[in-house]
């Protein structure tokens, strides 16, 4: 059975600086996507990065990138030059064509002003 | 376009009774799931409906928790004699068939359940 651990339940950033939140996952599965939501206080549940195992290429979006080792079974995420509105939880999830995602028990990140 | 949807938004009943959730999907998705998400936990699979049928059942906890679809839209998940431990954020998602490349699922804002 896949699992997704996330080991760090808190983090905090000052405003404009980066920070790295951890996801490992454990699969036997080759072809799968990895996937970090963002879900601040509204509790939606937004898409902040997708990856497919297949692909060697870190994904990026804007200020968001991974860093994702296959090998290593690790998928974290960087967030550069956060901003205060990036305050929320942050879930790292596993799909494979189970049609539904396994996700880790988040990560809350603070950033100060 | 509309996202997905969800009512009530805030639920509180007592101990005992039955509720009923409702999910509304984005238009022409077929894909619907429900979530659940326990206070500090993350969120936990309940149940994916493709179409009107529900491939996958595997996650729903116990036999007082079920779930329907009706016309390829609007799900219900109902939970009879409610106990505290159901006391959770239900979360509904729907994905649609052409995103089988991304295998994004869009979600709605949930439903805040209290069992007193």
Known sequence: AQTVTQSQPEMSVQEAETVTLSCTYDTSENNYYLFWYKQPPSRQM???IRQEAYKQQNATENRFSVNFQKAAKSFSLKISDSQLGDTAMYFCAFFYNTDKLIFGTGTRLQVFP | GAGVSQSPSNKVTEKGKDVELRCDPISGHTALYWYRQSLGQGLEFLIYFQGNSAPDKSGL??????????????????????????????????????DTITYEQYFGPGTRLTVT
């Open chain 1, 46 to 48: 937004i898409l902040v």
């Open chain 2, 61 to 98: 906890p116990s036999d007082r928790f079920s779930a329907e679809r009706t016309g390829g839209s609007v799900s219900t998940l109902t939970i009879q004699r409610t106990q505290q431990e159901d006391s959770a954020v239900y979360l509904c998602a729907s994905s649609s068939p052409r």
